[in-house]
T-cell receptor, first 112, second 115 residues
């Protein structure tokens, strides 16, 4: 079964620290992996999309890595800010499936 | 662009009533997705359309749920009759197509409460 897991479910970090969010998936045959941000009461905003042929993608203070063989991705946030507080979801597009399979997310709180 | 538009943003109804959720995708996008988000099950795909045609409705929980896309700029998700276990946030998303490189853009969601 194709599944996506995110651990931990919640994380609190002091402002200014660097942090890493984790995502794991059960099948290495993927088209791509995407990281989303969800603010309370809002929809999802796409942060980074990594194609299966790529190892990482960067956008500002965010860096996402992909290791297909181990079924893992990480989202690195540098110099965290209170505005980074949100739920971060990882989603995988498995080969043979046009759907996105989502993890349950990590709720991140940055403490001022 | 206004992004994906959903209405209503909040809906409270009583068990047994019919509920209709609406979505307007981003202009020019050919694919539209309906998701449901709950604490227990996370984000689940219910159905998606490509060029107004339903492609995969295997995520629709049961016959009480139906979705239509009469034209490229409008879709509805209907629940009849509604039950308390349908309470969730329902998201609509659109993308240019279903290619692996196409990013999905999400609407703000409709929070449904069935009493």
């Amino acid at each position: 079964k194709q599944e996506v897991t995110q651990i931990p479910a919640a994380l609190s970090v002091p402002e200014g620290e660097n942090l890493v969010l984790n995502c794991s998936f059960t099948d290495s045959a993927i088209y791509n992996l995407q990281w989303f941000r969800q603010d309370p009461g809002k929809g999802l905003t796409s942060l980074l999309l990594i194609q299966s042929s790529q190892r990482e993608q960067t956008s500002g203070r965010l860096n996402a890595s992909l290791d297909k063989s181990s079924g893992r991705s990480t989202l690195y946030i540098a110099a965290s800010q209170p505005g980074d507080s949100a739920t971060y979801l990882c989603a995988v597009r498995f080969i043979g499936n046009e759907k996105l399979t989502f993890g349950t997310g990590t709720r991140l709180t940055i403490i001022p | 662009d206004a992004g994906v538009i959903q209405s209503p943003r909040h809906e409270v109804t009583e068990m047994g009533q019919e509920v209709t959720l609406r979505c307007k995708p981003i202009s020019g996008h050919n694919s539209l997705f309906w998701y449901r988000q709950t604490m227990m099950r996370g984000l689940e795909l219910l159905i998606y359309f490509n060029n107004n045609v339903p492609i995969d409705d295997s995520g629709m929980p049961e016959d009480r749920f139906s979705a239509k896309m009469p034209n490229a700029s409008f879709s509805t998700l209907k629940i009849q009759p509604s039950e308390p276990r349908d309470s969730a946030v329902y998201f609509c998303a659109s993308s240019l197509g279903t290619s692996p490189t196409d990013t999905q853009y999400f609407g703000p969601g409709t929070r449904l409460t069935v009493l």
